[in-house]
């Protein structure tokens, strides 16, 4: 028995994974029954990840591990005997409840944010649909709770990370500008040209960009959202300025040159790991992508407490405030 608890973060984001479970005996027939099912998300996974994503079948899996916490709390007296009644909407509810209080978590909880608990929620519910699913049993979905999104903050928290990478760059000149720069350049620059989810940021390849004298554009495939999940997404063609096109090309050559330092296969992957990370010219996760962008926020944030500047948000740490603060800025334009 393989089923172990992981906590997933409302954006997705692997997270460490917790101490195997011991609460329930592996001879617990659901417990078997869902461990088979996993495994079959597993084998789709490793064959097909359009199907089956890293991130899907990590959801999927501390799912599976929540539930396995579940049953010696608590969820009827039939739970454990099959994967239908552990799936049934008495055993269902009880999950959910224990999952909203956190009886499950297997580690400290860190975030106050509301939105959270129920984007976890609505994970739960999806992945057990799942199960039933591949399972062919019926389920009954309970009411999934409203999706909440995080408020916005001030359009000129974007002017100011640009402002901020345009001085780190400046103190370089372009020859001895290091990759990490030159790649931040080019990743705000298409930001706040086409406003990219950080998967359709990590997905974008090389062959998307077309930068001739009279063409600058870039096809993004959009990830759906919401109650657009499961419809097949459409590639959209979209312009970039002058200057994002020249980030660009900077960034370009030196992703040549990284791939020159590669042993194997060549990336068709947009952007790339970069010095000093150890996996140099590896194409870079959304992670990556994250934390890179975490840290320009943070130094920004620094800068304006130290010059004691009044503001009334934080500069946002999350890319996707980001990201739907310049969309709202975009719609009101347009408006």
Same mark, same amino acid.
């Given at each position: ?180 720069? =030159? ?6 620059? =298409? ?18 960009? =077309? ?62 790991? =970069? ?61």
């Amino acid at each position: 028995m393989s089923l172990s608890a992981r906590n997933v973060s409302a954006s997705g984001d692997r997270s460490t994974p917790a101490v195997a479970l011991t609460a329930v005996p592996s001879s617990a027939p659901a417990l078997r029954e869902l461990e088979r099912i996993l495994d079959v998300f597993r084998t789709v996974n490793r064959s097909n990840k359009d199907v089956v994503s890293d991130s899907r079948l990590q959801q999927l899996e501390w799912v599976a591990g929540e539930l396995a916490l579940a049953l010696p709390l608590g969820l009827t007296e039939t739970a454990a005997d099959s994967l239908a009644e552990l799936l049934a909407p008495d055993a269902v509810h009880a999950y959910l409840l224990y999952g909203r209080g956190g009886y499950l978590r297997s580690a400290p909880m860190v975030s106050t944010d509301p939105t959270s608990f129920d984007t976890s929620e609505r994970i739960r519910i999806f992945c057990l649909e799942r199960f039933a699913e591949q399972a062919r049993l019926p389920f009954e979905a309970p009411d999934l709770p409203p999706w909440g999104l995080r408020p916005t903050v001030s359009p000129l928290m974007a002017d100011l990370i640009t402002r901020h990478l345009e001085l780190e760059a400046e103190q370089w000149t372009e020859a001895d500008r290091p990759d990490v720069i =030159v790649r931040g350049l080019a990743m705000w620059g =298409v930001m706040r040209d086409v406003l990219p989810r950080l998967g359709e940021l990590e997905s974008m390849l090389v062959d998307d960009l =077309v930068l001739t004298a009279d063409t600058r554009t870039l096809t993004l495939i959009r990830q759906p959202q919401g109650g657009l999940r499961g419809k097949m997404p459409e590639p959209e063609t979209l312009d970039l300025s002058i200057d994002t096109t020249g980030r660009l090309d900077d960034w370009l050559d030196r992703r040549s040159k990284l791939i020159v330092r590669l042993q194997g296969g060549v990336p068709k992957q947009l952007w790339l790991a =970069v010095p000093p990370n150890p996996d140099e010219g590896v194409p870079v996760l959304r992670r990556g992508i994250s934390k890179w962008y975490k840290k320009v926020a943070d130094a920004v944030q620094k800068k304006q407490d130290a010059d004691d500047v009044p503001e009334e948000d934080l500069v946002p740490t999350r890319w996707e405030t980001m990201r739907r603060t310049l969309l709202a800025q975009q719609q009101a334009g347009e408006s």
